[in-house]
């Protein structure tokens, strides 16, 4: 059974999960006051960055599938914060466009993650936290090419 633990300490998949849920739970509890859950800020930021987005576009920027993406645009939709238009070349398809709300509420609670990133860095230097960022986007790209050749 230690074996088992030694291994999982180890695991960059584990710390990575482990690292992220805690982060995440951070953002969560400082986001509590404006009704809106980290999955679903990360999603209204991507619209807020390019308007006129497809779901599939949205989902691959905010890396969530096309299943998970759909309920939180959904969510978004029912708080008011986005609307959805039909395509003009695909009916099917439809373009996503943040509302008045949705703006004013990535205006103020992007301070707010700003401020976690911050408070993050604070055990780490600048330089170890860019090659942390770069070595994660090196791993992601390249499980990204592993689960594409599965």
């Known amino acids: 059974m230690t074996e088992n633990v030694n291994v999982l300490d180890s695991s960059i998949g584990f710390i990575m999960g482990v690292t992220y849920r805690k982060i995440s739970s951070l ?62 070349n695909d009916r099917r398809a439809f373009l996503v466009y943040i509302t008045a709300k949705g703006t004013t509420l990535i205006q103020e609670t992007t301070p707010i993650e700003q401020q976690l990133i911050k408070d993050i860095k604070q055990c780490v230097s600048e330089e170890e936290y860019n090659v942390l960022v770069e070595l994660l986007l090196r791993i992601n790209n390249f499980a990204t090419e592993l689960t594409d050749r599965e």
């Open 27 to 88: 953002f969560q509890h400082r986001l509590k006051e404006y009704d809106i859950t980290p999955e679903q800020w990360s999603v209204l930021y991507q619209i807020a960055r390019a308007e006129g987005l497809i779901q599939k576009v949205i989902a691959g920027r905010s890396g969530k599938d096309k299943p998970t993406t759909t309920r939180i645009l959904d969510h978004l939709e029912g708080k008011g914060l986005i609307y959805k238009e039909a395509g003009t």
